[in-house]
């Protein structure tokens, strides 16, 4: 049984008490399905129309879901009751660009009535439609966090905000690639289709075994390594705007949302 088993069939309000009473504390992969799944960036406020600049500019690495007023922690079309300030497993604070070392579980203590809330799309969501074709999902499988790397392809910088490219990789078998490229990209809003298919190199990832972010996972003979725009990328693009305060999750422990995964299928952004 691996560590999302407990959860896969949870509804997302469920998985979103867990993590807000200290139950759930890591990778949120295979968890809720057929809810989506989000990445959390928080800015403050004058930083934000640069961020939502950047976001559109980079629409498949950072594809928008939802936006808080400031000093909102509270996204009820999204969420219901949801909080951003507690119910993500665990998040990452910044301060002036610099990660603090510590991985909170909840941020009331920062909070301040000055900050944005940004919900993006994640890939996590259309894992439960790779699993209903029949496709594994190695690092569920393994009970690991997805393999993320940051990449040498460059994002449009908006403003303050730019940094490179982060892709998340899954591999899958040489016979079924195709097939998870079409299922992946009926989910535009999720990230979607691959950016790249196949040899890692040409992103400019030196070793599979060796993710920046998450964990690796086996890569088998007859694998092929499939990559993903992923919700880290925000993350890079923190260090070069170096907001004086931001929160975001840490990678690979989203935000689950009240959306249906059916009700985003298809959907641009």
């Known amino acids: 049984m691996t560590p999302s088993a407990p959860f896969a069939h949870a509804t997302a309000a469920e998985v979103r008490r867990a993590a807000r009473c200290g139950e759930l504390t890591g990778p949120t992969a295979g968890m809720?399905?057929?809810f989506v799944q989000a990445n959390v960036v928080i800015v403050p406020v004058d930083y934000a129309v640069e961020f939502a600049d950047f976001c559109a500019a980079n629409a498949q690495a950072c594809p928008m879901l939802g936006q808080t007023s400031p000093g909102s922690p509270h996204l009820p079309d999204v969420s219901g009751d949801g909080d951003l300030r507690s119910?993500?497993?665990r998040y990452r604070v910044y301060h002036d660009g610099v990660a603090?070392?510590?991985?909170?579980h909840d941020v009331a203590a920062w909070w301040h009535d000055r900050l944005v809330g940004f919900l993006l799309g994640c890939s996590f969501t259309f894992e439960a439609a790779l699993l209903e074709a029949g496709l594994p999902i190695r690092h569920i499988d393994q009970g690991r966090n997805v393999s993320m790397y940051r990449t040498d392809r460059m994002c449009t910088p908006a403003g303050r905000f730019a940094g490179p490219l982060v892709v998340s990789m899954r591999p899958f078998h040489r016979d079924r690639v195709e097939e998870a490229v079409a299922v992946s990209g009926r989910y535009p809003r999720m990230h979607g289709a691959p950016v790249h298919v196949g040899d890692p190199a040409a992103l400019g990832i030196a070793d599979l075994g060796r993710p920046d972010f998450g964990d690796a996972v086996d890569v088998r003979a007859d694998d092929v390594p499939v990559f993903w725009a992923c919700g880290v990328t925000?993350?890079?693009?923190?260090?070069?705007?170096?907001p004086p305060l931001a929160i975001t999750h840490s990678p690979g422990c989203m935000y689950l949302t009240d959306l249906r995964d059916d009700g985003v299928r298809g959907l641009g952004v």
């Open 32 to 34: 809720a399905r057929g």
């Open 234 to 242: 925000p993350q890079l693009a923190l260090t070069a705007a170096a």
């Open 87 to 89: 119910d993500v497993p």
């Open 100 to 104: 603090d070392s510590a991985q909170p």
